[in-house]
């Protein structure tokens, strides 16, 4: 083989993975249209736009500030609409898919290109990346931000360097600055790192998990004083809502109860393709490849899932099954490899 043709090879790999996640905005775009009427636009969507109107204000009354945030910068690209905010929601879809392919990718390094396929295919069978991620708000925002935050953790675990660390550290801040239910993930990612022998041992000796908390603060740091400030109103926004759901709802233990048994179910669409293709590729006597991660990845799927219900249950919560959107997003990650 020429020099050429293999220093060509790095470039090709880059333009099918570009026409690939070009593939997948578009089909993302299409979903959000399809599926909604032309012009509608929910009222979660709504007040965000609201508040991205109000400035760079480092907090509002229900909810911490990156979505306004990223809202008002997507504002300035496209003039804010329907149209606009459908192709930001696909845009938001697009880095969903490209993380977990990455993820994928991490878990087995000699076949990149046939594991990112196969994750693609499955993660279009999981609703929560696909139909319930159509209406943009500050649930389905965390799609592209928890596994972006998982990508950033794993890399740093891996091969714990400084700049890893920050990294992580940035990435974890955005996506409690989206939503604080985050902090349920970054609870997953200090289990994942001890579970993780010897990966932990080397990792915690580095630079890497103090360079990630010094980022973290830093970047967190307007709004904990905003916080400050405003007595905590947003941070205790979930817990009011719970205590004032109505009656009928359902809340505490058996709100819980329904998050544990719905929340998985609607992964069920995944379980399905994945055994019918499992069950045809299988080779006998082969041995079953697993992720290089698959223990971590297990471990920040469960922790946040498990600690849901409990927070559910035990502060008196209506926990809906939307809460549940990003925790499920990196099983295609798993099941491709």
């Known amino acids: 083989m020429s020099i050429a043709a ?7 790999k880059h333009v099918g993975t570009v026409a690939v996640l070009a593939a997948v905005f578009a089909g993302a775009l299409v979903l959000t249209l399809a599926l909604r009427p032309w012009g509608f636009v929910h009222h979660d969507t709504s007040e965000v736009v609201m508040w991205a109107q109000s400035g760079w204000v480092a907090g509002f009354w229900k909810h911490p500030p990156f979505l306004p945030w990223l809202t008002r910068l997507w504002s300035g690209v496209m003039p804010m609409g329907p149209l606009s905010l ?35 295919l499955l993660l279009a ?35 714990p360097t400084a700049l890893r660390g920050i990294l992580f550290g940035i990435a974890a801040a955005a996506a409690v600055l989206a939503k604080y239910y985050s902090l349920l993930l970054l609870a997953g990612c200090v289990a994942a790192s001890v579970a993780s022998m010897p990966r932990a041992w080397r990792f915690y000796r580095s630079a890497a998990p103090y360079m990630t908390i010094v980022a973290f603060v830093v970047a967190l740091a307007p709004h904990l004083l905003w916080l400050m400030e405003n007595q905590g109103s947003s941070a205790k926004f979930p817990f ?38 499992w069950r045809h590729a299988r080779v006998e006597g082969e041995p079953t490849r697993v992720h290089r991660f698959e223990r971590e990845v297990l471990v920040l799927t469960l922790v946040p899932y498990v600690l849901t219900a409990l927070f559910i249950a035990a502060f008196n919560m209506h926990g809906p099954v ?16």
């Not at 293999?6 to 090709?12: E, G, I, S, V």
């Not at 697009?94 to 878990?107: E, K, N, S, Y």
């Not at 069978?125 to 794993?154: D, E, Q, R, V």
């Not at 990003?326 to 099983?331: A, E, G, M």
Request: proline share 7%; aromatic share 6%.
């Open 240 to 277: 009011v809502v719970g205590a004032n759901a109505l009656a009928s709802e359902a809340r505490g233990p058996l709100a819980a109860l329904k998050f544990a048994v719905l929340a998985p179910a609607v992964v069920l669409p995944l379980l399905i393709l994945f055994g019918l293709l």
């Open 86 to 120: 459908s192709l930001l929601t696909a845009l938001n879809m697009t880095m969903c898919a490209a993380a977990v392919q990455q993820i994928a990718a991490l878990g087995d390094p000699e076949r990149r290109g046939a594991t990112r396929g196969l994750t693609l």
């Open 322 to 337: 939307v809460w549940a959107i990003p925790v499920f997003l990196c099983l295609p990650a798993l099941a491709a490899v």
């Open 6 to 12: 293999t220093a060509d090879r790095p470039m090709l």
């Open 125 to 159: 069978c999981l609703p929560y990346a696909t139909f319930m991620a159509i209406k943009l708000n500050h649930n389905t925002i965390l799609i592209s931000l928890w596994p972006l935050t998982t990508l950033a953790f794993l890399r740093a675990l891996d091969k």
